[in-house]
């Protein structure tokens, strides 16, 4: 099953471009707030599902709603940090970081390149788990029956902010820095989520390729190491980490499209009020031409902050 936020507000269920509105029947009849529509979806999904696949319902063609983010307000995002063996990047120890909540957008919608010294912008292309049900102490053998489905998820992210020390939450929390969509789907419908091509594109050029089975700590250890230390709770949020080889400098104008096999294609555009322009070259590009750690990262060419501006 696929569902979708459409229409400011709507919950709907998508069944092959045609989008069913079962607003009415996750409210079961209170007031809920329409942005916690899609928890009490999934807090509630056993009791709801053959009501949602019986309902004839209303419905609409895809093309003509307007998709938001399948879960725009979340109790928690957690994300995976340096989980795949990409070659370029390498961590010793598991470790996740927290993303505000705040910083979800959905289809469509723009990243907003904020007025900050940051050495460049990117967006980490992830296959997002949504949880099922309140999870403690799990173990991973039985971490993927707390799974309730999966998204796309772009972890944006500022880079070089200072101090180095301190820097995941003004790197990673800004608002409109979690771009995900265009639908959340159910894990029934992917088969082997461990084993699921990633890619991304800007300006239709491909970027990232890479494929679940290359992350060093899988999806159901995360989920367990993740629960040890808090408990997850329905519709949270855990992005899973990205190789990368293939991460580039987004600008002003971009349009920046990702999708895990099986999730549909989301897409989102870039906006930079300050017109700043990076170097076109991907970490991976960097790297065969000798550069070495940070030095991977495209450099500004261009605008406030760059080093011509500094002169």
């Known amino acids: 099953m696929k569902f979708v936020m459409f229409n400011e507000g709507r919950l709907g269920l998508l069944e092959n471009?045609?989008?069913k509105d079962i607003t009415e029947i996750v409210a079961q009849g209170s007031e809920v707030a329409?942005?916690?529509l899609p928890l009490a979806l999934i807090g509630s999904f056993d009791?709801?599902?053959?009501?949602i696949l019986g309902d004839r319902g209303s419905f609409l063609s895809l093309a003509e709603v307007k998709l938001g983010p399948p879960v725009p307000r979340p109790g928690n995002i957690l994300c995976m940090a340096v989980n795949y063996n990409d070659g370029l990047i390498t961590s010793p120890h598991v470790n996740a970081f927290h993303k505000a909540a705040n910083a979800i957008i959905g289809p469509g919608q723009s990243m907003v390149l904020p007025n900050i010294p940051a050495t460049?912008?990117?967006g980490e292309a992830e296959l997002a788990v949504v949880i099922g049900r309140?999870?403690?102490n799990v173990l991973p053998k039985d971490a993927m029956e707390y799974v309730f489905g999966y998204m796309n998820f772009i972890d944006g992210s500022a880079r070089g902010v200072q101090p180095a020390t301190n820097s995941f939450f003004q790197m990673k929390s800004r608002d409109t820095f979690a771009p995900i969509g265009p639908y959340l789907v159910t894990k029934n419908e992917i088969a082997d989520p461990q084993n699921l091509d990633i890619r991304a594109w800007v300006n239709g050029q491909l970027k990232q390729d890479f494929n679940t089975r290359t992350m060093t700590t899988t999806i159901a250890e995360s989920i367990a190491w993740l629960s040890e230390i808090q408990t997850l709770m329905p519709g949270d949020i855990v992005a899973t980490g990205t190789d990368h080889c293939g991460l580039n400098a987004f600008q002003d104008g971009d349009l920046v499209e990702?999708?895990?096999l099986g999730l549909g294609r989301l897409h989102i555009l870039v906006k930079d009020d300050l017109k700043r322009t990076w170097s076109r070259e991907t970490r991976i590009d960097r790297k065969n031409q000798g550069f070495a750690g940070a030095e991977t990262i495209a450099p500004q060419l261009s605008g406030k902050y760059s080093k011509a501006d500094q002169l």
């Open 17 to 19: 471009d045609q989008v």
């Open 34 to 36: 329409r942005e916690n």
């Open 47 to 51: 009791k709801l599902r053959e009501r």
């Open 120 to 122: 460049a912008f990117e």
């Open 134 to 136: 309140q999870a403690k």
């Open 258 to 260: 990702m999708e895990a």
